[in-house]
């Protein structure tokens, strides 16, 4: 019984555990330069994987651009300049948060536009069925005269 626990603990640990893409190989022996390094590899998509950080990733390709932001971090290399170099060599695809200018415009304003658009129509909308739901209470309130002679004599009947 014992067993089936401790062997149930360590398949849910080593299940629930992320998943290190990075070798042990990859890994700067100064701090400093692998901290920004992981940082750099968290903001660049791999291009095989498409939705995963190279940081993330297993792909071969991810590894090679590892390898290689390490490498111009090590030839003394500002953050900027790595960026700068992969964005001049695979585009701007190779952001996982592509900046901000007239092509990308779309893809940052269109949640926006969709939300403000969205909120535009509930309000048309909620106007529209205040303004029925009063139009319907009012027709409710008026009486022809017969209506209200009628309604008149009723009362008149219950008071007696």
């Known amino acids: 019984m014992k067993w089936r626990c401790l062997v149930a603990a360590v398949l849910s640990l080593a299940i629930l555990s992320p998943a290190v893409a990075l070798g042990p190989d990859e890994v700067l022996s100064d701090a400093a330069l692998e901290a920004r390094a992981r940082a750099l590899s968290k903001e660049l998509r791999c291009m095989v994987c498409q939705n995963q950080s190279i940081d993330d990733s297993d792909a071969p390709l991810a590894r090679d651009l590892r390898i290689l932001v390490r490498e111009r971090l090590q030839a003394g290399e500002s953050d900027q300049q790595v960026i700068n170099f992969l ?25 926006a536009a969709v939300l403000l658009f969205g909120a535009c129509g509930v309000l ?14 009012a027709e409710r309130q008026k009486l022809t005269p017969a209506e209200a002679a009628r309604l008149s004599e009723i009362l008149r009947q219950g008071e007696q």
């Open 87 to 111: 964005v001049a060599r695979y585009g701007e695809f190779v952001l996982l948060r592509p900046r901000f200018s007239w092509h990308t415009a779309l893809l940052w304003l269109a949640p």
């Open 124 to 137: 048309v909308l909620a106007r529209r069925y205040r303004a029925s739901s009063e139009r319907a209470t």
